[in-house]
T-cell receptor, first 110, second 116 residues
Framework: NAGVTQTPKFQVLKTGQSMTLQCAQD?????MYWYRQDPGMGLRLIYY???????DKGEVPNGYNVSRLNKREFSLRLESAAPSQTSVYFC?????????FGSGTRLTVV | KQEVTQIPAALSVPEGENLVLNCSFT??????LQWFRQDPGKGLTSLLL?????REQTSGRLNASLDKSSGRSTLYIAASQPGDSATYLC???????????????FGKGTKLSVIP
């Protein structure tokens, strides 16, 4: 099925560990986004990529890096995980202002 | 800075009832507003996109209205069903999003429970 695929679905990290969240879309969309969702805070934009080869910071970029590997893939990296990064992470892509979200990665940092 | 508020945070209704979810935003200079649905442990599904030039948008039992001048939108759900139980979020585009980007500012959502 066409859409946005995120891996892994669940992850537990120890403080200081690193990991990369993967996102791929097969809809040929130019723009891709990473959001985090926290209780009481709603969804907040971490980073986005307006097109292949470009990335920009969103509202809460500290502690994260991103790579737009090609048009399909947009990864989010935590270099040194902190408990404050415990959250649900969503990747999304858009076309003509219509958002398609992945099913999310639930990350716990202990 | 745009702020989006959804009240109430949670709502419980008996099956078959018609209901209204509310969304308000502080900067009325928006060019559209979207309503999303989120099921527990799942991603967001777009329900309706209403352009600033529109007053209403309908999809099945759902009807979204937009009043830019008052900074309000409502999502009307007719004849509610247990399957409608989910969290509903509204979102508006951020002003001055970077070139080629389309960033959204989300409300915190209304958690709807439809009781059989």
């Amino acid at each position: 099925n066409a859409g946005v695929t995120q891996t892994p679905k669940f992850q537990v990290l120890k403080t200081g560990q690193s990991m990369t969240l993967q996102c791929a879309q097969d809809m040929n969309h130019n723009s891709m986004y990473w959001y985090r969702q926290d209780p009481g805070m709603g969804l907040r934009l971490i980073y986005y990529s307006a097109s292949e080869g470009t990335t920009d910071k969103g509202e809460v970029p500290n502690g994260y890096n991103v790579s737009r590997l090609n048009k399909r893939e947009f990864s989010l990296r935590l270099e040194s995980a902190a408990p404050s990064q415990t959250s649900v992470y969503f990747c999304a892509s858009i076309r003509q202002r219509g958002y398609t979200f992945g099913s999310g990665t639930r990350l716990t940092v202990v | 800075k745009q702020e989006v508020t959804q009240i109430p945070a949670a709502l419980s209704v008996p099956e078959g009832e018609n209901l209204v979810l509310n969304c308000s935003f502080t900067d009325s200079a928006i060019y559209n507003l979207q309503w999303f649905r989120q099921d527990p442990g799942k991603g967001l599904t777009s329900l309706l996109l209403i352009q600033s030039s529109q007053r209403e948008q309908t999809s099945g039992r759902l009807n979204a209205s937009l009043d830019k001048s008052s900074g309000r939108s409502t999502l009307y759900i007719a004849a509610s069903q247990p399957g409608d139980s989910a969290t509903y979020l509204c979102a508006v585009p951020r002003r001055n999003s970077g070139a080629g980007s389309y960033q959204l500012t989300f409300g915190k959502g209304t958690k709807l429970s439809v009781i059989p």
